[in-house]
């Protein structure tokens, strides 16, 4: 019988392997987190994405024209700002503009936060809940990977702007046609918030989650469906009764 350690070990995959099969065969990429739980180049993608999109939403539409939509997309806010002497408005308009092309530029920062948030909340799930033994990097490293399909935005944020589409009007927050609440625009907020939470790619990564998070826990695709749907739909909840309060 051949001796088990005298076998060659089998080579893990390369970050750029790891990226094309999250795409084309992401059980491997997600079997390949339990070996190493490197994300570098996922992050390195989100920053080149992010810093496209935000040179063609500079250069197309303007950060002064996104803060001024921003600002003006309620009644109340609308009338507020008309209230004020014109002196004023174009100051307060050109800090929110500023703010806007520095936040917007640096976006890539909160991201990381962010997704740092979403990996506590769902390794203390399936520890706690489901009774798993993930540990808080494979659970970062499967939500870098799973959030691939949603630079498929960035890209077609910038495909467009330079094409010419969709300046007049520009929404920075749901900026292609990829989500119900895009063609919503004549709806109320509240419809028009939850229909941005029915995306092409958002939907994507959603199922990659589940698939990855299954795959690490070494739970059924039921049950870590349970848990990250249960949390997007939470988040639908929320974000629309903002809206609605707010909007």
């Not at 092309?101 to 936060?113: C, K, V």
């Not at 826990?217 to 809206?243: D, E, H, P």
Request: net charge neutral; charged share 10%.
């Amino acid at each position: 019988m051949t001796d088990a350690a005298s076998l060659p070990e089998t080579p893990g995959l390369t970050q750029t392997e790891r990226v094309v099969d999250t795409f084309l065969a992401p059980s491997k990429t997600f079997n390949d987190i339990l070996r190493n739980t490197s994300w570098w180049l996922p992050f390195i993608l989100l920053v080149v994405a992010t810093i496209g999109s935000c040179f063609a939403i500079d250069k197309k539409v303007g950060f002064d024209s996104i803060a001024e939509h921003q600002m003006t997309k309620t009644p109340a806010a609308a009338e507020q700002l008309q209230q004020l002497p014109p002196d004023q408005r174009a100051a307060r308009l050109h800090g929110a503009a500023k703010f806007t092309r520095i936040f917007t530029y640096g976006a890539a920062i909160p991201f990381l936060i962010i997704i740092a948030i979403e990996a506590l909340v769902l390794w203390g799930c399936f520890n706690f809940g489901l009774g798993a033994r993930t540990t808080f990097g494979q659970v970062f490293a499967v939500i870098m990977y799973a959030g691939l399909p949603r630079l498929f935005i960035s890209l077609l944020t910038i495909i467009l702007l330079f094409a010419g589409v969709g300046t007049d009007g520009f929404d920075i927050n749901n900026p292609v046609g990829t989500n119900i609440g895009y063609f919503l625009q004549d709806s109320s907020a509240a419809v028009k918030a939850a229909g941005a939470f029915f995306d092409v790619f958002g939907l994507w990564s959603l199922a990659l989650l589940v698939i990855g998070m299954a795959i690490i826990s070494r739970k059924s695709i039921g049950q870590a469906a349970a848990i990250i749907v249960g949390w997007w739909v939470i988040f639908l909840l929320i974000f629309t009764g903002v809206a609605a309060a707010f909007g």
